[in-house]
């Protein structure tokens, strides 16, 4: 029974750090300053500066770019959930090899099935997120393609065309994030297969790594609003 409590508590671990990581980054004043809020600015200073200009061929050209890279991980995520779903189906052999190692990885078969079950879901929602990303890329496609022409851009219709199109921007690679984010915590849950124990480490090294890179790596020091070019270098005003 304690053993199954350590696994319940693990798992509870690994859903709350996701879950708060996720609400923070996304619904908090702190997350509004992450490299992906940082960026998300960017989107609107993209659409406008694209109603400046007549020749907009190099903006779609960009766009498939993103719709490819987001096609990708899309399909990507069926590979994964066929893994996952090629563990839950041969749970014996996996229970066998398991056991024939030197190191005690024992499990029951309801056990192991359990954890792929989990990773099924995993792979599931981040195919979901990218399958819906990849929608939403489209739908900005279209709304380029239906930008006024630049003579019109200090119209009220443009302006709102900017803003209904920086909306479904954000929203678009908001999805896209959330099934990274599904990815990069999936690697962690690998740890549950290994033990609890290991579950709790390796969802702590996750929220450490992607903490990082949002909120401590070079490219969001390099996107601050305060950076400044300087003789050819890159300084922050004040230092």
């Not at 590979?79 to 190191?103: E, S």
């Not at 792979?123 to 930008?147: D, E, P, S, T």
């Not at 908001?174 to 297969?193: D, E």
């Not at 290994?194 to 996107?223: D, E, I, Y």
Request: aromatic share 14%.
């Amino acid at each position: 029974m304690s053993r199954h409590w350590v696994d319940i508590t693990a798992v509870g671990f690994f859903i709350i750090e996701w879950l708060v990581y996720a609400l923070t980054l996304e619904h908090s004043a702190y997350g509004r300053d992450s490299l992906s809020a940082r960026m998300n600015r960017y989107r609107e200073v993209w659409v406008r500066r694209l109603l400046d200009r007549e020749a907009r061929m190099v903006d779609m050209q960009i766009m498939a770019s993103l719709q490819n890279g987001t096609a990708f991980f899309a399909s990507t995520s069926l590979f994964a959930l066929g893994g996952a779903l090629a563990l839950l189906h041969a749970t014996n052999d996996a229970i066998t090899i398991l056991g024939k190692l030197p190191i005690d990885l024992s499990t029951s078969p309801a056990m192991w099935e359990l954890k792929c079950v989990g990773l099924v879901l995993i792979c599931v929602y981040a195919f979901f997120k990218f399958a819906w990303a990849y929608r939403l890329f489209n739908y900005v496609a279209i709304l380029f393609g239906g930008m006024p022409p630049a003579s019109q851009r200090g119209t009220p219709e443009a302006e709102a065309h900017v803003i209904r199109t920086t909306r479904v921007f954000e929203s678009a690679g908001r999805h896209f994030n959330r099934g990274q984010r599904a990815f990069f915590f999936a690697l962690g849950y690998l740890g549950w297969f290994v033990s609890p124990w290991v579950l709790f480490v390796s969802t702590a090294a996750v929220v450490v790594v992607t903490w990082r890179r949002q909120f401590a790596s070079n490219a969001w020091a390099a996107m601050a609003p305060e950076v400044v070019a300087d003789g050819g270098d890159v300084q922050k005003r004040g230092h």
